[in-house]
């Protein structure tokens, strides 16, 4: 029998059996990741199915890439039109699309106007895939502006990062890595990062030196802990960047697109970055697609003809989606819900962490929280979560990370909660 072909409406995209699956990537797959024994067959919504039929809420939302939810209609829509309509295919990037064009444009005025200090010239795009190529950009864009403007020397320009953060896996970036895995073995490294704690302001001053370029922060870390820094520490990298001329670049892959009750996790500090980096949930978290933005002056100062260059980046099916999901977080006031609802789910399990004696602390913004456990080892609950039919992960060993779709109503949360009251509070009465 081909092993395409459905036998239910729960097979999915084949009829192997589970145990097959999970063979196969034992035996043809890279062990990089650690997996919970489940095989997803469908996604919808904020839902996951297994070839049973048997549905998970999906608490985590592939790192916030599904924001939109999985399969949104008016992405999933727009992508087959394209597929359909004969421009969804890769191009050399020697001819213009319509399809760019029309993504650029709308990704441009997403942000408010970044780099204000250099004018108000709009801002520019250039996109990529995966979040970590954005990053490479961001790096890129920071460096040059250190090497033509600043007058420092090829190759000695310095960017100040955090420790903990979580930027991607590339060699440049893992070689700043706080997490010895990402980098043992690995060398030689990437030099031309100096690693601060997170949150400490007077670390970043005496880190910043005449080689100092940039600094690259998440405004709040997912895989660092779900850590948020304290108030004030945005709004004291924005003066110490405006101090020394230095470029401040914000990491919104994972906490931008409403993911903590706002557009962008900078407006929290009401201060404005001079670059941001956006990704998985740009596409509708249905193909990758990746962002650096600044404004046009620095864009068009960092860039020029043969500087740059991504044979998918920005192609055809990547933009109709990007577009699309733009519009959906627009029309349907995402990151006002994303606010709403995680201020109530924040509470609830609050509630919870109050009579468990597992919960060390909860903290979040929006619907990004997450609930750090005493044993550190968050990874036990996650396990008796998909039991009770939750996916959720943990987050640096000691944090289980609570960040579902931001389209969750009332009665996923509900489904929710009662299953982590199981775990935390009710096995233990």
């Not at 608490?59 to 916030?64: I, K």
């Not at 399969?71 to 191009?91: C, N, R």
């Not at 900078?266 to 596409?283: C, M, N, R, S």
Request: neutral net charge; aromatic residues 8%.
């Amino acid at each position: 029998m081909d092993v395409l072909e459905k036998r239910t409406p729960n097979a999915g995209f084949s009829t192997v059996p589970d145990k097959s699956i999970m063979a196969y990537e034992e035996q043809f797959g890279a062990h990089h990741y650690e997996r919970l024994h489940m095989v997803v067959r469908r996604a919808r919504g904020c839902w996951l199915f297994d070839e049973k039929g048997n549905r998970y809420l999906d608490g985590l939302a592939a790192y916030s890439a599904a924001n939109t939810g999985h399969h949104h209609p008016a992405i999933t829509t727009a992508m087959i039109k394209a597929l359909k309509g004969e421009f969804a295919s890769v191009l050399s990037n020697v001819v213009y699309t319509d399809p760019l064009g029309l993504f650029l444009a709308e990704a441009a005025r997403f942000p408010p106007q970044l780099a204000e200090r250099f004018g108000n010239n709009g801002n520019k795009v250039l996109p990529k895939n995966g979040g970590v190529e954005s990053v490479e950009t961001a790096i890129k864009a920071m460096r040059y502006y250190g090497y033509s403007q600043k007058g420092i020397r090829d190759g000695n320009q310095e960017i100040i990062v955090f420790a903990n953060s979580f930027h991607g896996r590339t060699i440049s970036v893992v070689s700043f890595s706080s997490t010895e895995k990402y980098r043992q073995g690995f060398g030689p490294l990437t030099p031309g990062f100096v690693s601060v704690a997170f949150g400490d302001l007077f670390a970043v001053k005496n880190a910043i030196n005449a080689n100092t370029c940039g600094i690259l922060v998440e405004p709040m870390q997912g895989e660092g802990g779900m850590a948020i820094p304290p108030k004030g520490f945005l709004k004291g990298l924005r003066q110490l960047a405006d101090e020394n001329d230095l470029l401040l670049v914000c990491d919104e892959i994972q906490v931008g697109m409403g993911r903590t009750g706002k557009d962008f996790c900078f407006e929290h500090e009401e201060i404005v970055p001079d670059g941001v980096i956006l990704g998985k949930a740009l596409a509708g978290g249905l193909v990758p697609l990746s962002v650096f933005i600044t404004n046009a002056w620095l864009m068009d100062l960092v860039f020029s003809k043969g500087s740059d260059g991504s044979t998918f980046g920005g192609y055809p099916l990547a933009c109709v989606a990007g577009t699309a999901a733009l519009r959906v977080f627009e029309k349907e006031q995402l990151a006002k819900g994303s606010a709403t609802k995680g201020a109530v789910l924040k509470q609830r399990i609050q509630a919870i962490a109050d009579r468990s004696p597992h919960v060390k602390e909860v903290r979040g913004k929006g619907l990004f929280i997450g609930i750090e456990v005493n044993s550190g080892n968050a990874m036990a609950f996650c396990k008796k979560l998909l039991d009770l039919n939750v996916i959720v992960n943990d987050s640096h060993g000691h944090t289980i990370r609570i960040s579902p779709p931001l389209i969750i109503n009332d009665h996923e949360m509900d489904f929710l909660v009662k299953r982590l009251e199981t775990v935390l509070v009710d096995e233990n009465s």
